[in-house]
């Protein structure tokens, strides 16, 4: 079991990657089709992650379980980050990130219906308040990086990522942070392998930008790589809903990331929308948020 100083510094590291991998996978789809650049994603952080795994010489389990919790957690990657690849074509990188801030809403209402785990009636007061926040984006028209597909595409995004969540931990396969990630990596290698028929017109044809070639980099590494590995760890040690509060603190630092380096203008109406979403998701969870004050993990 992780020190609780361990768990905290791997909570706060996810929280900084998730904050600015939503700008990373903007930029690197710039110069590439989305699907190019997520498929080239999986593509190079495959070798990566198994030649760590070797280097610090960590057990690679392949029996029935494993490989469960590999499909499981391949959720939260190929079966979650191509309808967010999709989405970019439809919202800024900031509103990207807030719809992720949903995850803890969708992970307490699959929690309730396919697990029976009971919700509070705050919770369920901070749900509606959350979609009514969504609601008023939808509703702020069709702005360059507000278009309801996006908002769409990213529920859809958002629900794959928090099943993932939940199945892991219910599969509870005994298998070591980096394995499980490299084994998530793997399954999503070979679902992305069989885009290619279907994107190999688009393939690239000229040399992208430096730009988007760090920021590809960048998911690669950071959100490929480290963050899977702090993502899993924490899967293994914390609940789930306490899990999915990371997604509560990443959307306004990455719609502030996002105007600054990116310039992306959002109108008013939006902008009170994510306020509204994120104070529906500070009442879901308020009996947390006063656990945290107390230190408790």
């Known amino acids: 079991m992780p020190s609780r100083m361990n768990l905290m510094l791997s909570y706060g590291l996810l929280v900084f990657i998730w904050a600015t991998t939503p700008l990373a996978i903007v930029w690197s789809v ?39 919790s590999y499909i499981a957690g391949s959720l939260s990657l190929i079966g979650s980050q191509i309808f967010t690849y999709a989405a970019t074509a439809y919202l800024s990188s900031g509103l990207i990130a807030l719809m992720f801030g949903l995850a803890p809403i969708m992970a307490g209402l699959i929690g309730r219906f396919a697990f029976q785990q009971k919700l509070a009636g705050l919770q369920w007061l901070g749900m509606g308040t959350s979609i009514a926040g969504l609601a008023l984006i939808c509703l702020s028209g069709s702005q360059k990086h507000v278009q309801p597909i996006g908002i769409v595409l990213m529920l859809i995004s958002v629900f794959a990522y928090s099943l993932s969540i939940f199945l892991v931990k219910k599969i509870n396969a005994d298998v070591q942070p980096m394995a499980q990630a490299t084994g998530s990596i793997l399954v999503s290698t070979v679902l992305a392998a069989l885009l290619l028929p279907w994107i190999w017109q688009y393939a690239p044809t000229h040399l992208p930008s430096v730009k988007s070639l760090l920021a590809l980099a960048y998911t690669v590494v950071m959100a490929s790589l480290i963050a899977m590995f702090c993502y899993f760890k924490l899967v293994q040690n914390l609940k789930a809903t306490t899990l999915s509060l990371t997604t509560v603190m990443t959307p306004m630092l990455a719609i502030l990331i996002g105007a600054y380096l990116n310039h992306e203008q959002l109108s008013a109406q939006v902008f009170v929308g994510a306020v509204v979403i994120l104070f529906g998701l500070f009442l879901y969870f308020y009996k947390d948020l006063g656990l945290y004050r107390r230190l408790k993990i």
Do not use: Y
């Open 30 to 68: 710039a110069d590439l089709h989305p699907m190019w650049a997520l498929v080239l994603r999986f593509f190079i952080a495959l070798p990566l992650a198994a030649t760590i795994l070797m280097l610090l010489r960590i057990q690679f389990p392949t029996h029935k379980i494993a490989l469960f």
